[in-house]
């Protein structure tokens, strides 16, 4: 064992922690164990958050809030309760600030509507300015763009660095004293690039702009304080945090949800309705228009227990030694560019990369071949290969559950593409 893969040892119990999860026993081509390095696209569940599911289903399947029967109080009791459980993982000061989508896009275009529609001072309109950057997954583009169109304000974004890092140099040039809404990524999913927060909320403040952070990247990996964040608005989605799919979330300030007006309309975000007009319910309820993922939303509850229970400072560490050792053994493939941070200081778990003049979707059938599961393309982050002069990337991501042994099958792996390729 080397020095590196010596130095994981004791983080996490990487082996009991496999073990709650059955799709990693998994083998595909003729008996190969998968080894999965894709959960910056998806995590893989647990049982705990399976079964709470099946549970559900099974003995507590009602619509909520609007029974006064035992199972419809059940159901509501077990949606809400998942409200609070990920209200403490936030660190939220109000249970009433988090507000169940069914993915971080939804989210964000959730943002972007409101202020579309809202009356001063938060109306973005054709003196206005949007912000965001060249490396946002493209969640956290297409809502600007459209917004920009529909409203003539105008869209600026920060550039990237050779390094992959945001360029900060023009930051006062970039928010002025017309930008209204500046958003961008904690961690983005290609470069596994870390922002920093604190700089760009900072010059936000200073112009009065509201700040939305995409924590999509973020909340699976790391301790995820919206009051320490100072942010106005946070996203982020349940199926890259071991929770099922169909399930986001939006935190905003509640002074901001108060005073915005509601994306969508339907039941249960009313209050009261006439054939001349509607009242609106009190957030949350006022964002959540309709039959709400109730199942999705008890499955995050069972994911934000499962993390919690192991220790999201413990899951950091135990990643960013990952990290480490794998972009230690990658750098010693022969043709290999990373594209993004080099070292693990201030990154994510997602390395993307190229190899040679070997298309990236080569690459992935042939690791596929290996049982090696990794993401190819562009990775909903299309201005960032642009940016780097690229067709696309292979991207190597991981999670709690992922070992030393998982990368070393990766370099391995990769040995076996270039043989392959000649």
């Given at each position: 064992?080397?020095?590196?893969?010596?130095?994981?040892?004791?983080?996490?119990?990487?082996?009991?922690?496999?073990?709650?999860?059955?799709?990693?026993?998994?083998?595909?081509?003729?008996?190969?164990?998968?080894?999965?390095?894709?959960?910056?696209?998806?995590?893989?569940?647990?049982?705990?958050?399976?079964?709470?599911?099946?549970?559900?289903?099974?003995?507590?399947?009602?619509?909520?809030?609007?029974?006064?029967?035992?199972?419809?109080?059940?159901?509501?009791?077990?949606?809400?309760?998942?409200?609070?459980?990920?209200?403490?993982?936030?660190?939220?000061?109000?249970?009433?600030?988090?507000?169940?989508?069914?993915?971080?896009?939804?989210?964000?275009?959730?943002?972007?509507?409101?202020?579309?529609?809202?009356?001063?001072?938060?109306?973005?309109?054709?003196?206005?300015?949007?912000?965001?950057?060249?490396?946002?997954?493209?969640?956290?583009?297409?809502?600007w763009q459209l917004l920009a169109q529909r409203t003539?304000?105008?869209?600026?974004?920060?550039?990237?660095?050779?390094?992959?890092?945001?360029?900060?140099?023009?930051?006062?040039?970039?928010?002025?004293?017309?930008?209204?809404?500046?958003?961008?990524?904690?961690?983005?999913?290609?470069?596994?690039?870390?922002?920093?927060?604190?700089?760009?909320?900072?010059?936000?403040?200073?112009?009065?702009?509201?700040?939305?952070?995409?924590?999509?990247?973020?909340?699976?990996?790391?301790?995820?304080?919206?009051?320490?964040?100072?942010?106005?608005?946070?996203?982020?989605?349940?199926?890259?945090?071991?929770?099922?799919?169909?399930?986001?979330?939006?935190?905003?300030?509640?002074?901001?949800?108060?005073?915005?007006?509601?994306?969508?309309?339907?039941?249960?975000?009313?209050?009261?309705?006439?054939?001349h007009s509607s009242t609106y319910a009190p957030a949350?309820?006022?964002?959540?228009?309709?039959?709400?993922?109730?199942?999705?939303?008890?499955?995050?509850?069972?994911?934000?227990?499962?993390?919690?229970?192991?220790?999201?400072?413990?899951?950091?560490?135990?990643?960013?030694?990952?990290?480490?050792?794998?972009?230690?053994?990658?750098?010693?493939?022969?043709?290999?560019?990373?594209?993004?941070?080099?070292?693990?200081?201030?990154?994510?778990?997602?390395?993307?990369?190229?190899?040679?003049?070997?298309?990236?979707?080569?690459?992935?059938?042939?690791?596929?071949?290996?049982?090696?599961?990794?993401?190819?393309?562009?990775?909903?982050?299309?201005?960032?290969?642009?940016?780097?002069?690229?067709?696309?990337?292979?991207?190597?991501?991981?999670?709690?559950?992922?070992?030393?042994?998982?990368?070393?099958?990766?370099?391995?792996?990769?040995?076996?593409?270039?043989?392959?390729?000649?």
């Open positions: 064992m080397t020095d590196a893969r010596q130095g994981l040892s004791g983080l996490l119990d990487t082996e009991a922690i496999r073990k709650d999860f059955p799709l990693l026993d998994r083998t595909v081509h003729d008996g190969k164990k998968v080894v999965y390095l894709d959960s910056a696209a998806t995590s893989q569940k647990p049982r705990q958050v399976l079964d709470a599911l099946n549970t559900y289903y099974e003995r507590h399947n009602a619509n909520v809030h609007r029974g006064v029967y035992t199972i419809a109080e059940e159901a509501t009791a077990l949606y809400e309760g998942a409200r609070d459980k990920v209200a403490a993982f936030i660190n939220a000061p109000s249970r009433d600030e988090v507000i169940f989508t069914k993915n971080a896009s939804e989210s964000l275009n959730l943002v972007a509507n409101m202020l579309g529609w809202a009356d001063e001072p938060y109306r973005v309109d054709r003196d206005t300015e949007i912000v965001t950057t060249e490396m946002e997954h493209h969640s956290n583009i297409v809502p003539g304000a105008k869209l600026k974004w920060f550039g990237i660095t050779d390094d992959g890092r945001l360029d900060l140099s023009n930051i006062d040039e970039i928010i002025t004293e017309k930008t209204k809404i500046v958003s961008f990524t904690l961690v983005s999913n290609i470069l596994g690039t870390v922002n920093p927060v604190e700089q760009i909320i900072r010059r936000a403040q200073q112009v009065g702009a509201l700040v939305c952070i995409d924590a999509s990247q973020a909340a699976p990996h790391m301790v995820l304080d919206v009051q320490a964040l100072q942010a106005d608005f946070v996203a982020f989605t349940g199926h890259k945090m071991v929770g099922p799919t169909g399930i986001g979330v939006l935190w905003g300030r509640q002074e901001l949800l108060e005073d915005l007006p509601p994306f969508l309309g339907g039941g249960e975000m009313i209050e009261t309705v006439s054939m949350p309820h006022k964002f959540e228009a309709g039959t709400p993922p109730i199942a999705q939303a008890v499955g995050l509850g069972a994911a934000v227990d499962y993390l919690t229970s192991i220790g999201m400072e413990k899951i950091h560490q135990h990643e960013k030694a990952i990290t480490e050792y794998a972009l230690k053994r990658l750098l010693e493939v022969p043709d290999l560019r990373i594209i993004g941070p080099t070292t693990a200081e201030d990154r994510g778990a997602a390395i993307s990369f190229t190899l040679g003049d070997i298309h990236p979707h080569d690459v992935g059938q042939v690791l596929d071949e290996q049982g090696i599961a990794v993401r190819v393309g562009h990775h909903c982050a299309r201005p960032v290969c642009l940016r780097y002069g690229i067709p696309a990337t292979t991207r190597a991501s991981f999670y709690l559950y992922s070992t030393p042994a998982e990368v070393d099958a990766l370099v391995d792996g990769l040995e076996h593409v270039r043989n392959f390729f000649g």
